[in-house]
DNA sequence: CTGAAAGCGCTTACAG
DNA sequence: CTGAAAGCGCTTACAG
């Protein structure tokens, strides 16, 4: 029967003969009502298959909005989707409600999905901004008194600071990718893969020099080669590595994307990934742990990411958080075949292709 | 500033000089507003930064609620999310938006949830029902009044008259695996594991059933042996395979992962899947892809079927259809390395291992 | 311990 | 073309 009437607490009250304060005051467990008062109550309300109206009730009492929206790019993305498993755990243990939305890596959609999630009144938002938004049309948009945590990649503008921020510790992973790598012996590391303008390559990038001058090595300029962060460009750029003449044996990638294909393009280059060359990763997607070699790589543990996300904005939902503050997550690396020690000596079978 | 009020028709009202109803009308496009008095006030929209209450709309005015509810077991199993993300991307469409929820199997858990996301007043819900879901129990729950699309899984009372319905092609998936085994010469092929409790077991034994008879083969009882739809459960059971003595030289598989443990276990048995042995699974997992061989597999394109669940409810909300519906969705079979012709002599390297 | 009344932000007849 | 009033389902002071 799609055409019967909701029950309300009008319904309740006139069944009980009471008012609809005092049902009001049984929802919410008040102390003020008579015990045999709430079972009456109570009982009606069963008996109804009374559902209580949040959006109803938000609406005289801010506060009773429980929903949290949450926007990515993709949730195909197994990133994105442990990401917000985490969120949804969190969230839901804590009795709230998830609104999702995906932008596609589209600034435009993802103005037209936050404009559409607003007007549902969440309590919070946490975001994780299609590549190029623009932070001062976003705030334009979301207003002032929405909560919002950036989430995975800094908004352009380094107007942040109105705003909570979580990220991953990109730095310390490329750190701790190029120390893997001394530590099995080669000198000679490329970082590969990214463009220099997006933050997160910079991070990277960063967190690889620091680890080479920890061992008092300057990288060659001809170790630095961009490109963009997928495999089928990786595959193509990879000729670029071997240019100069103390050619690397060893590769920190910008992302897998860009290691596996970075594996095959090595291949061409009469060069075998996991024998006479070393290759780490960042991320671990999925297809890292099976590629041929499996690829050593630096992981993020996105649901445990989820967790923080939610975490922190409850916190902040509570009113626990005063200022605006960013958080970094921090990163492991997982060893796999992809990055043996420099001069293992190559397989029975031949080394060239 | 947290503390400032939100802005309201009303606001805009005054500022204009204007009533909240003809405002009103304005945010609605009604043809009604003259056009100069709908630019000043769209004007006033933007300057003051309004945003749409649209639970306040939808509490005088049913019909203005566009919230979906999507409940699944797990948004990290890619198949959900892919799913999901088919979901979010029609009903993003249509201007829409997703509450989304999770079960992780728990049918307390799924309890829960659907109380919760329910009090968001979702406009319709679209269920993966958890495991041992008692459908009687969920009629109680969400009332007669929510249109739901149950996904995935019958509810096992019998009673899903009530509701739409959209399930994967088990039956004519199971067909096509078996099918393709006969075409590569197969004569005695097993049905491995799953349980003959579950609803899509029976339909994918059945599918299997089909294919065989229509090549005029009785199936032997031995070559249907059942066990957990783990990988591990799997392994142990592939024994139970070669027991009796015309044994199989092929199988299909319940679901891609009790066909992975089996490749493991026939390891155990001096076979080798893809060579003297031919599997084929059920799902089309990410691994199946990079498993060694690959494995051949019935996809069904989760991506694809959440487009279809939301295009069913977006119908159902706009009145057309009428009583609720069984639909069934196509699937696929991907041929890859495991599920080689009989009878292909052995590699060169030894066949026992 | 319980009730009458006002009000949250919007929409909908109904007047004008 | 625009406005005044009532009402959606709830909560909150305020009385009693």
Known sequence: MPGSRRVTLADIAAACGLSKATVSLVLRDSPLVHADT????????????YVYHRGAASLRRAGAANAVALVVNDLANPFFAEFAAGVDAA???????????STGESVERQQAVLASLVEHDPAALILSPAEHSDGARLRRLLGPRLPVLVFNRALGDGG?????YLALDNRAGARLAT???????HR????????????????????????????????????????????????RQTPALFARDPAPTAAVCYNDAVALGLMVGLAGCG???????????FDDIAEAACSAPPLTTVAADPRARGLDAARLVLARLRGEAAAPARHIAPVTLRVRASSPPLNVPPQATGADA
């Open 271 to 281: 060069r075998r990934a996991g024998a006479d060359f070393a290759v780490v990763g």
């Open 38 to 49: 709430r079972a009456r109550v109570r009982a009606e309300l069963d008996r109804q298959g």
């Open 91 to 101: 969230l839901a243990e804590a009795g709230h409600v998830l609104l999702l939305g």
């Open 160 to 164: 942040d600071a109105h705003w909570d």
């Open 179 to 185: 120390a893997h790598l001394l530590a099995q012996g």
């Open 188 to 235: 000679a590391i490329a970082f590969f893969g990214g463009h220099r303008d997006s933050s997160s390559c910079d991070e990277r990038r960063a967190g690889y020099r620091d680890a080479l001058a920890a061992a008092g090595i300057a990288p060659d300029p001809g170790w630095l080669v961009e490109c963009a962060p997928t495999r089928l460009e990786a595959a």
